[in-house]
């Protein structure tokens, strides 16, 4: 047997296992009940913004249609980050208008702390003592009338002290389409979740920041936003540090609670994963290994189909059922499985052009610039 047909029947083994594992997870994910009872606690829903002009009104508008679900006091506060762009006007106009709301001026930007844990930080400094849960929402979340109460209510049930329903991910130009699929199928297929909930190992954890609940005392005991002042994936930094003083905590399917559009075409995508990806892999090599697995599991059997290999063929049906089955799950559009290997290859590429740029020391976000080795 030649060497393309070993690594052929190698990719298409792995590729048959992965949706084997997707077929599981489908099964067993949490999903938050829409008809739970209104929670009666307190509650505090954070939300930090810089520039979000264009959206964060319906955001936060949002947010308080589903305050409007629970039976207990909810405090909606929104901290402004030094926005240039005439988010602190809008909001200042929500807050006219609604005494749940409370929006707070942003301190400057601390040594040794990233923006977003900073943001976040302070707005859990500013909950009132009595608050018993707390839920982060970014500015680019669409909540559901029942977001809040099904989440809440998630929490609570599954007995786990940190949950993420991860909002249905809106996709409408090319790049979007190809990439932002890959956001829950990337854990769908390789975390095994039911375990993961119980496991220390950082390597079993996955969370969200566009939606997430925390118990207050657990968020608290875990040092909250600063024990990961310094972290790019401050969400999955999170988890780990629940998971470290104790806690428990898992990613949940949100399709039906929440909806989110992180990004606005070519540009805004890959800005916005040029980020983070550099730190989504722990190393250089690790992420070189990861990108290695990937094109052996999801690229090379497609090709070697191409060729007439029947494993090659196997392989990449696999590849495509399996990102299918998350696609339907998740409100995606399930056609566009077909382009799995072209999603896997520019997600590939994603990833070096991050490394590159971090090297040079030109990554940016949200006006601020990104330092070599820090983002």
């Not at 909540?143 to 989440?151: F, G, H, V, Y």
């Amino acid at each position: 047997m030649s060497g393309p047909d070993v690594l052929a029947r190698a990719g298409a083994a792995l590729s048959l296992a992965s949706l084997g594992l997707v077929a599981h997870n489908l099964r067993v994910i949490r999903t938050p009940d829409l008809d739970a009872p209104a929670p009666t606690e307190h509650i505090a829903v954070l939300l930090p913004v810089r520039d979000e002009a264009s959206q964060v009104r319906t955001c936060v508008e949002a947010v308080l249609r589903a305050a409007d679900s629970c039976a207990g006091p909810v405090d909606v506060l929104v901290l402004d980050d030094g926005s240039t762009d005439g988010t602190a006007e809008i909001l200042a106009d929500l807050a006219a208008s609604d005494e749940r709301l409370t929006v707070l001026t942003g301190a400057p930007l601390p040594p040794g702390w990233l923006g977003k844990p900073w943001a976040c930080h302070q707005l859990a400094a500013a909950a009132a003592p009595d608050t018993r849960v707390l839920v982060l929402v970014d500015a680019d979340v669409t909540l559901r009338p029942a977001a809040l109460s099904a989440t809440v209510d998630l929490l609570r049930s599954s007995g786990l002290d940190l949950v993420c329903p991860y909002p249905r991910q809106l996709a409408t130009t090319w790049s979007e389409r190809l990439v932002q699929p890959l956001l829950q199928w990337s854990w769908m297929s390789t975390l095994p979740l039911r375990p993961a909930e119980r496991s220390g190992r950082p390597s079993m954890s996955a969370a969200n920041g566009q939606l997430l609940c925390v118990d207050a005392a657990a968020y608290r005991l875990a040092g909250g936003h600063a024990a990961v002042r310094d972290e790019v994936l401050e969400d999955i930094a999170l988890l780990r540090a629940v998971k470290r003083s104790g806690g428990r905590g898992v990613v949940a399917d949100g399709t039906a609670v929440a909806t989110c559009r992180m990004y606005d075409g070519w540009p805004a995508l890959r800005d916005g994963y040029g980020k983070s990806l550099w730190s989504a892999f722990g190393s250089p090599g690790a992420a070189a290994g990861v990108l290695a697995l990937l094109m052996l599991v999801h690229v090379g059997p497609p090709v070697a189909a191409l060729r007439g290999s029947r494993a090659g063929l196997v392989g990449y049906a696999a590849s495509v059922a399996a990102r299918a089955l998350v696609a339907r799950r998740t409100g995606g559009r399930v056609t566009d499985a077909w382009a799995h290997p072209a999603s896997v290859l520019l997600l590939e590429a994603l990833v070096v052009d991050s490394f590159r740029r971090r090297r040079r020391g030109t990554l940016q976000w949200k006006g601020r610039a990104v330092a070599p080795g820090r983002a």
